[in-house]
Structure formats: structure tokens, C-alpha cells
């Protein structure tokens, strides 16, 4: 006799999170249970806690070239502590292997990394990403979705040689690359150190973007203690993957929501290892972003506080003269945030359910190591980024001070100015371009909205200054810079000229004014100029004619909100960081 009582409704974990809609929940469930056993599931496995992989593998992206190996070591972990992992793929983004830019395409990762965490049933997440725009693009589609997450860093590639010259990607490259515009290398020698520079797969091997952000991963607390630093083809980069596998089943259990470890304390964390690591300029853009997703905005006047008594203590290229490896070698992250204690708060949560001040004790005591310095003998007194701030950028502007060159931090010269990225290229080598050592170089029109604001923003230097032995100029432009460039180079200049901002305004032989030790970057014109100059100027921002390129120039926004969608924002604001 069959019983007339209904059907049990569906929990909410597991399988049966985020049914599809069929008008009949029991059905939904009942249909999508049918079609995992069709792939060996049993109904055993599919009642444990189900995990999430983000599968970032490409053969376009060598930076995430060990993740099968990762894969392999995060569903060990899974299953060893009773989950069930469900690897899936997203979007993966190589920084060399993205037209236009790889800023273009981290919206749309992100995107489609919080679609996806919402669209398939899963209790915790792991996000797998390491080159420069996966790690944020992951957090920023977390944060929105507001799921139990974990991170887990690809890790640095190693180290090569080149004629008994350690060499890594990609100061390194950047370095070389110098010296053979300026002929003091030849085509023999820069095949020879193309072969070096990347030894294995990974992310840049320096405190680039990627390596940055890594450091503020953990800093923020998403990652396992100890999982910004081991390289990517290491044993310890496994175990940290098989231990950040066992620790998204706890996740899960604990349901420790990402929006308890993202809290105004951790950004304020990450703020202070961004300062001291000498970290890559492109790591304001991304805990911008991430910041916005969760209802607060960075106030760079008050970040650039901080950095005053924030000084660098990671000696690594291209600030200093160590790569990742060494890092790993001294510690990793629990030496540095062993220094900075006083500085950081200490009872910010982290994903392993304990505070970061718990974290750094149970890490034990330090040791005896030459890549980590104490804030009583730091490699530079300040924090590596400086805020600008003048009629030149209204919005802002920043400079890494920590790689730029002393004697040019307090400067003046002439303008020598290129509207865009193709007037850059069609003249920087021109050997009668009107230059000199002490002028200053204008790029325009590489902003978010005016080229997907490239990594363009260190400019070359003309060829003919190059190859009489200049090594660096003052640089100014809307663009961004990589994390492993080094140089006096100004990025981030806001409002963008693609939108109007003075810096569309400026002209050959004007003269600017750079001073880092009063903040200024100054347009030397009068205001009244300066507005008829913007009377006379007939801006149109550019327009996409169709798909995601008319989404991008419709909706993103300037670098001071970091570059993200307006629309991707949160619509609550939660107040301004840092609170100093």
C-alpha cells in the first residue's frame, strides 16, 4: 500500500543547492541526481559535502601549467576529509596570451567565475589561479557570490642561469630587452637568455603582479598558512594543494562564508603586506576591485598614510635583488608577517577558522635569513607606492617609489608627449624625435577606457638615449606598469585622457612637475590655461560596437575604483579603507 504522504522537500546543501527551476523542486533534484550517476556517482558519495574546483588550465597559460598535478593533490584532499571534489573549468588568463590585455578579460573572468559558483551545486569553492589577473578576477567573482571559498596559488616558476648569471622572468627580461635596444647585447646573447628566464612553469619567478597577489591572498587570509610562496613545481606546492583541499571540506561543514574572512580588517592587511612587500603596482587596481565587491572603497590618500610608516622589508627584485624562491626559502609570508605584527590586525579571521595573530604563532619562531628585514633595518622607509596627487591627476596617480630612481623623485622637465600607444611606437626610435635625458615622457590614451589600460605605462626609452647610456626617464601615463618593471614612472593618472582628464590636455614643452616627497604631480600652466585648453578640447570616449567589448567601454570604470563594472560593484557601501 503506498502512502499518501508528500514527497520531503530538498535540502539546501549539496546536490540539492541551486535547483534548477522546473516548477517542481523534488523532480529537480530526482532529475539531476539521475544524470550524475550516469557518470558513476553512487548516492553515498553524492550525500558528502561537495567542493568545487576551479580548473584554470590552458595550454595557452604556462603560469597554471602544473594544474593537473594541482587538481590531482586538491580531490586527494577532498576526499580524504570526506568531501566530494567537483572540478570544473573557468576562463584562464595568461598576461603574454591576452589581446587586447589581460585587464580586458579579469571583468569577465570574474564573471563567469561567480556565475558559475552560483549556477552548480556546491557547498565550498576552491579558485586555482596564479598569473596576474586570475587571482583577483577568482576573489572578486567570490566575494560577489558569497560562497565558502579557499585559494590556492599556482606558485612562482623556478629560477634560470644565463652564462653564471641567475636570471627569472620577467625583471630579468625587461632588463635584458634594455640592453639590447641599446646595443649592449646582440642577437646572439638575447636568444640565449630567452631560453633562461622562464625555467618552469609558473608565474614570475619576482615580486610581479602575480607574486603580489599571492602575498595578498594570504594576507588576506584566504589561503593555508604557507600558500603564497612554494614554488609551482615543489612538493610543498602540493602539499599546500592537498591541505587547501581537506580545509574547503571544513569550510563547508563550518559554513565560514567568504564574507567572514573579507572584512574591512583583512583589506586593511593586505594594504600593509602590499606597502612592505614592494608589491606591484597593479595591486592598489586589484583590492580596489575587490574591495568594491564588498561595499568599500579605497581611499588612497589614506593608503598613502600608511605607506609613511609602512616601510618595504622584501628584498626582491625588482625592488630588490632575491626571487620567490628565496622568499620561500626564508620563511615565506609567516617571516614577513611575523615583522609586521604590529602593524597588521591580528584578529582577522582566516580560512583555517583561526586568526591571523594565531596563525603567525603557530608558525613558531623565526630564523637566520638575509630576504626578510625587520621594520628597525627595512630595505626602503616607506611603503613601495606613493599616492601623487595635482592638477595633472585630480583623481590621483601613483608611483613605485621602492623601484624608481632617487635622483629623479624631485623633477622637473619638458613635456615630450605621444597621444597614444601607436604614435609611442611610431616615433620612440626615431632618431630625430626632440628629446632628452631630463624631459619627460606623456603617454596618453592607454586608461581603461582608452586601450583596456595596458602594461604600457613604463615607456621605452628612446632609442638614441637608450644607446647613449640613459637607464631611466620620469614617465607619466594613464596606463599601468607590470609588477616587474622597474623605473620613475608614473601610472594611473585620474581621470583618464580618454574621458577628459588633464591629461589630455597636456602639449609638447610643457613643463611638469614631479615630486615625490611633497605627493605633487603638477602641470606647470595656469587654471585659466588649463580650462581653455579643456574648453577647446572635443573628447568622445570610445564605444564598443558589439559584445563584450561594448559591455567594457559601457560599464568600467576609472582606476580609482579598480577598473571593474560598475554594475559588479555592491550597492551597499560599507564606508572607506584604509581607517587611519
Known sequence: MSSSKPPASPSNDGFAKGLTQYGDRGFSLFLRKAFIKGAGYSDTVLDKPVIGITSTGSAYNPCHGN???????????????????????????????????????????????????????????????????????????????????????????????????RVGACTDCRRYWARFRAQDIGQEEIDEVNNQLVASVGTCSVMGTASTMACIAEALGMTMPGGASPPAVTADRMRIAEATGAQAVHLARQRLGID????????????????????????IVHLTAIAGRLGYEIDLDALDRMGRDTPVLLDLKPSGDH??????????????????????????????GRTLGEEIEAAGPGFRQDVIRSLADPIYPQGGIAVLRGNLAPGGAIIKQSAANPALMEHEGRAVVFEDAADLAARIDD???????????????????????????????????????????????????SGTAF??????????????????????????????????????????????????????????????????????????????????????????????
Not at 614577513?336 to 583555517?352: G, I, N, Q
Open 260 to 283: 567572514q574572512i573579507l572584512t574591512d580588517k583583512a583589506l586593511e592587511n593586505a594594504m600593509r603586506v602590499l606597502l612592505a612587500i614592494g608589491g606591484s603596482t597593479n595591486g
Open 67 to 165: 594544474m593537473p598535478q594541482l587538481l590531482e593533490a586538491v580531490q586527494r584532499g577532498i576526499m580524504l576529509a570526506g568531501g566530494l571534489p567537483m572540478p570544473f573549468p573557468t576562463i584562464s588568463l595568461h598576461e603574454s596570451f591576452s589581446a587586447p590585455t589581460s585587464m580586458y578579460l579579469r571583468n569577465l573572468m570574474s564573471i563567469d567565475t561567480e556565475e558559475m559558483l552560483r549556477a552548480a551545486p556546491m557547498d565550498a569553492v576552491v579558485l586555482i589561479g596564479g598569473c596576474d589577473k586570475t587571482v583577483p578576477a577568482q576573489l572578486m567573482g567570490a566575494a560577489s557570490a558569497n560562497l565558502p571559498a579557499i585559494q590556492l596559488i599556482t606558485g612562482s616558476m623556478l629560477t634560470g642561469s644565463h652564462r653564471s648569471e
Open 431 to 481: 632618431p630625430d624625435l626632440d628629446v632628452n635625458a631630463e624631459d619627460i615622457l606623456v603617454l596618453k590614451n592607454i586608461g581603461p577606457k582608452g586601450a583596456t589600460m595596458p602594461e604600457a605605462g613604463a615607456l621605452p626609452l628612446p632609442l638614441k638615449l637608450a644607446r647613449a647610456g640613459v637607464k631611466d626617464m620620469v614617465r607619466i601615463s594613464d596606463g599601468r606598469m
Open 487 to 580: 623605473g620613475t614612472v608614473v601610472l594611473h593618472v585620474t581621470p583618464e585622457a580618454a574621458v577628459g582628464g588633464p591629461l589630455a590636455l597636456v602639449r609638447n614643452g610643457d613643463r611638469i612637475r614631479l615630486s615625490v616627497k611633497e605627493r605633487a604631480l603638477q602641470l606647470l600652466i595656469s587654471d585659466e590655461e588649463l580650462k581653455a585648453r579643456a574648453a577647446q578640447q572635443k573628447i568622445t570616449p570610445p564605444t564598443g560596437e558589439r559584445g563584450y567589448r561594448k559591455l567594457y567601454m559601457q560599464s568600467v570604470t576609472q582606476a580609482d575604483k579598480g577598473v571593474d563594472f560598475d554594475f559588479l560593484r555592491a550597492t551597499e557601501q560599507r564606508g572607506k579603507l584604509p581607517r587611519t
Open 323 to 352: 626571487y620567490m624562491e628565496d622568499f620561500h626559502h626564508a620563511g615565506g609570508m609567516a617571516t614577513l608577517l611575523r615583522e609586521l605584527k604590529p602593524l597588521l590586525h591580528l584578529d582577522a579571521l582566516t580560512v583555517t
